[in-house]
C-alpha cells in the first residue's frame, strides 16, 4: 500500500507560480510512474504530466510549456513546477502512482486526497 500526499496549492493570481509536492509513504520499493491529475468542479479528471522512476515525462498539451514535472526519489517526492498560470488551470490536483507509464487516470493505483489551486484574473 503506497499512500500520498498532495501540498502546495493555495490561491494565486494569473501569471504567478506554484510548485506542488507530493510525498509518497508506505510500500515505496516499486518503481512506481508518478502522475499528476486535475479535476474542475463539474469536469472529468484530467492528465496533467507523468514521470517515471528514470524522469522520462511526458504532459498534456494545455500545460507542456507551462509546468515540470520531476522527482526525488531518494526522498519520495514528486513535484509540479506550475508557471504562467491561468484562470483555467483552478482545479483540484491529484498525485498518483502507477506501475507503468500512464496518461489516463484508470490506470494509475493510489492517489492522494488532493490539493485545491486557485488562480484568479
Known amino acids: 500500500q503506497v499512500q500520498l500526499v498532495e501540498s502546495g496549492g493555495g490561491l494565486v493570481q494569473a501569471g504567478d507560480s506554484l510548485r506542488l509536492s507530493c510525498a509518497a509513504s508506505?510500500?515505496?520499493?516499486?518503481?512506481?510512474?508518478m502522475g499528476w491529475f486535475r479535476q474542475a468542479p463539474g469536469k472529468e479528471r484530467e492528465f496533467v504530466a507523468t514521470?517515471?522512476?528514470?524522469?522520462?515525462?511526458a504532459y498534456a498539451d494545455s500545460v507542456k510549456d507551462r509546468f515540470t514535472i520531476s522527482r526525488d526519489n531518494a526522498k519520495n517526492k514528486v513535484y509540479l513546477q506550475m508557471s504562467s498560470l491561468k484562470a483555467e488551470d483552478t482545479a483540484v490536483y491529484y498525485c498518483?502512482?502507477?506501475?507503468?507509464?500512464?496518461?489516463?487516470?484508470?490506470?494509475?493505483?493510489?492517489w492522494g486526497r488532493g490539493t485545491q489551486v486557485t488562480v484568479s484574473s
Open positions: 498518483a502512482a502507477a506501475l507503468q507509464r500512464a496518461t489516463v487516470a484508470g490506470l494509475y493505483d493510489y
Open positions: 508506505g510500500r515505496t520499493d516499486r518503481h512506481y510512474v
Open positions: 514521470i517515471t522512476w528514470g524522469s522520462i515525462t
